[in-house]
């Protein structure tokens, strides 16, 4: 060797066998290492790209779930209405027929008093009749007994009118 290249100490041989030795050390890693390594981060990818599809597909499903469920809440808030609607129709109705049948009976019960009333009448002036009736009948009686003069005949009718005051 020369002193110069001594100094650069760059040997053909050398560096050519160095270069071989780095190909085949990386050849090597190449082989038992990189490929395992990337198949290992494959491998996490794709289970990573498959959790990721499977809560995508949940997040469909929930959201579906969701929509039916709303759905079916409508329904119900619906059929809660219309059987709200029903049962307010059949009261209204239950209410109308009980305030008519409570009209008929209180029509009903007037009617009764007031026939009654009119019988009631009735039979207070048939009464005051016989009554007056017997009282002309005393009256004329006791005309019938004593000659009248005037001061007798207004004493008969004070009387009378007291009777018929008392009477009533």
Request: with cysteine; hydrophobic share 45%.
């Amino acid at each position: 060797m020369t002193g110069f290249e001594s100094f650069v100490g760059i040997d053909p041989w050398t560096a050519l066998f160095t270069f071989c030795n780095m190909m085949i050390t990386f050849a090597v890693l190449k082989k038992f290492l990189f490929k395992p390594v990337k198949k290992m981060i494959d491998d996490r990818q794709a289970e990573i790209d498959t959790m990721y599809a499977d809560a995508d597909a949940a997040k469909q499903k929930a959201a579906a779930l969701e929509q039916e469920y709303q759905q079916h809440l409508q329904s119900i808030r619906d059929e809660r209405d219309t059987l709200l609607r029903e049962a307010t129709a059949r009261a209204q109705k239950r209410e109308e027929e009980i305030v008519g049948e409570a009209r008929a009976e209180a029509a009903a019960l007037r009617a009764a008093a007031e026939a009654d009333i009119a019988q009631e009448r009735k039979k207070a002036v048939n009464d005051l009749k016989n009554e007056i009736g017997g009282i002309a009948v005393d009256i004329a009686g006791k005309v019938v007994e004593r000659e009248i003069n005037e001061t007798d005949h207004k004493a008969l009718i004070d009387e009378f009118i007291r009777n018929v005051g008392d009477a009533s």
